[in-house]
C-alpha cells in the first residue's frame, strides 16, 4: 500500500488522567518516524480547536517537553466536552482538514468522542478526502466498549487502593467501634473505580478494608446500608466504605446530584454520595462519620501513576499511527488486549468506531458477591496487572516538574467561525 502524504493531527478530549499525556507521546514520536507525515500539528482543546482552527506546531517542541509528557497529568493540548451539533460543524472540520492538508487526524477521547469520529470519517469518505481518522480510547472509568482496559484506569485504582490503605492507617489509630470514614470517587455510573479499591485488601484477609464498597450497578438500599455498618462495626474498631459518585436507588435515581445541569453529552455533574451516607450513618447510628472524595485528584495523580497504565497509554498512541500509515486504516478505534490467558501480556488491536457503543461498560455481574458490597477474585485477577510499577518523575525543587507547550501556532487561513 503506498503511503498517503500530508499533515497530521492529535488532539485531547473529555475528562483527563494521569497518563493522556502518554498517548500523546506516542503519536508524537512514531508520526516522527514516518517520512510521509509531512508536519505534526496539535488541535487545542479537542475538536473546539479543530472548528475554531487553533492548532500548535507540534514537531517545534523540545524532545525533553515530549519526553516529559509521559509523566504528565492533565491534558497538555487542552480538553473539551463538545459533541458536534449541527451538519455544519462537520463540514467546518473537514474544510479545516482540506486547508490544512490534514491526512491523519488521532483522537484521544472516550466513547462519545468516537461516535463523532465515525461521522467525521463517513463525512471525509464520501467527499471522497482521502484521509485516515483513528481513535484512541482514553477514560478513568474504564466504561468503553471493544477494548479489554482503557488507558487511565490502572492508574486511577492504584491512586485509590494506595488511599484505601493510607486511610486504613489513620483510622485504626483514632476508631474505637464508633468511627465511619467514608471515601466518594468517580465513575459515573459504573463501578469500576470503585470496585479498583478492593486491591487494597491483602490477600487472605477478607476483613481488610475498604469494609463496604458501594457501586452503581447495585441498587442502594438504605436499611441494609446501615445493617452492614453495623455488622462491620461489631467486628471492627472503624468501618471503611468507598462509594461511587454514581449510586442509585431501586428506582434507578442519584442518591445525590451535585447539579441538576448536563454537558454537551448530556451528563449531569454528580457528587454528593459520600455526605449522603455520612450524614445517614450520623442520623441513623450515631456514631462518628467523616467523608472525602477523590475527584481531579485522583485522575491527576502523576505521583502515583501506575507504569502499565503509562506504557500501554503510549502504546495505544503509537499504534493509533501504525495502523493508520502502515496499514491504511481509518475509521477505527485502538483497542487494548490481553495476549494471554494465564499470565498478562497487553497488545493493541483496533475495532470499527461504529462498533463503539456511546453507552457505558458496565462492571460484569459474576465480579460482583451476592452481598452486594464486595468484589470476587476474577475482578482482582482483572485489575491487579494494571496497576503494576512505579512511574519515575523528574523533580525540580522538592516538586515534579511537568511538561508545558510552548505552543507555536499555526497560521490560520479560513474564515472564524461560530460556535
Not at 487545542?44 to 487553533?54: C, F, K, R, T
Not at 463540514?91 to 461516535?115: Q, T
Not at 472509568?141 to 477494548?147: A, R, V
Amino acid at each position: 500500500m503506498s503511503e498517503l502524504e500530508g499533515n497530521c493531527l492529535v488532539c485531547q478530549s473529555g475528562g483527563p488522567t494521569a497518563v493522556i499525556n502518554a498517548s500523546l507521546a506516542g503519536v508524537i514520536e512514531e508520526a516522527l518516524n514516518h517520512e510521509c507525515i509531512e508536519e505534526i500539528y496539535g488541535g487545542l482543546n479537542g475538536v473546539i480547536g479543530v472548528l475554531s482552527e487553533d492548532m500548535i506546531d507540534l514537531a517545534a517542541e523540545s524532545q525533553q517537553t515530549i519526553r516529559l509528557l509521559k509523566s504528565t497529568p492533565g491534558s497538555a493540548l487542552g480538553t473539551c466536552r463538545y459533541a458536534f451539533k449541527k451538519e455544519e460543524d462537520l463540514e467546518r472540520a473537514l474544510e479545516v482538514f482540506k486547508a490544512h492538508d490534514i491526512r491523519y487526524f488521532f483522537y484521544i477521547g472516550d466513547s462519545e468522542s468516537m461516535a463523532m469520529l465515525d461521522q467525521l470519517d463517513a463525512l471525509a469518505k464520501a467527499q471522497d478526502y482521502e484521509m485516515r481518522i483513528i481513535g484512541i480510547p482514553k477514560t478513568i472509568n474504564n466504561d468503553i466498549s471493544g477494548t479489554d482496559h482503557c488507558p487511565g484506569y490502572g492508574s486511577v485504582i492504584k491512586h485509590v487502593a494506595t488511599t484505601v490503605r493510607e486511610m486504613a492507617c489513620d483510622n485504626e489509630s483514632i476508631g474505637e467501634g464508633d468511627y465511619v470514614s467514608i471515601l466518594e470517587v468517580q465513575g459515573r455510573n459504573t463501578g469500576w473505580i470503585a470496585a479498583g479499591a478492593a486491591l487494597a485488601k491483602r490477600r487472605d484477609h477478607p476483613h481488610d478494608p475498604p469494609h463496604l464498597i458501594l457501586i452503581p450497578e447495585v441498587a442502594f438500599d438504605a436499611e441494609k446500608f446501615v445493617a452492614d455498618v453495623q455488622k462491620v462495626l461489631a467486628r471492627e474498631k472503624y468501618c471503611l466504605i468507598v462509594t461511587g459518585e454514581g449510586l442509585v436507588d431501586a428506582d434507578g435515581n442519584y442518591v445525590a446530584l451535585t447539579s441538576t445541569s448536563t454537558d454537551a453529552f448530556g451528563h449531569v455533574q454528580l457528587g454528593g454520595t459520600g455526605e449522603f451516607l455520612r450524614n445517614l450513618v450520623e442520623t441513623r447510628l450515631g456514631v462518628s462519620a467523616r467523608s472525602s472524595k477523590l475527584g481531579v485528584s485522583a485522575r491527576a495523580a502523576a505521583h502515583g501513576a501506575s507504569q502499565t497504565d503509562t506504557d500501554e497509554a503510549y502504546l495505544a498512541g503509537s499504534a493509533a499511527v501504525t495502523q493508520a500509515v502502515e496499514n491504511g486504516k481509518s475509521g477505527k478505534m485502538i483497542t487494548l488486549q490481553r495476549a494471554e490467558a494465564d499470565s498478562y501480556k497487553c497488545e493493541t488491536g483496533w475495532v470499527d468506531l461504529s462498533d463503539v457503543p456511546t453507552g457505558s461498560k458496565q462492571l460484569p455481574a459474576d465480579w460482583i458477591n451476592d452481598d452486594g458490597i464486595s468484589v470476587n477474585f476474577p475482578f482482582v485477577k482483572y485489575a491487579t496487572p494494571l496497576i503494576q510499577g512505579e512511574v519515575t518523575l523528574t523533580w525540580e525543587n522538592g516538586l515534579p516538574n511537568f511538561a508545558k507547550f510552548k505552543g507555536a501556532s499555526i497560521d490560520k487561513v479560513l474564515p472564524a467561525y461560530e460556535i
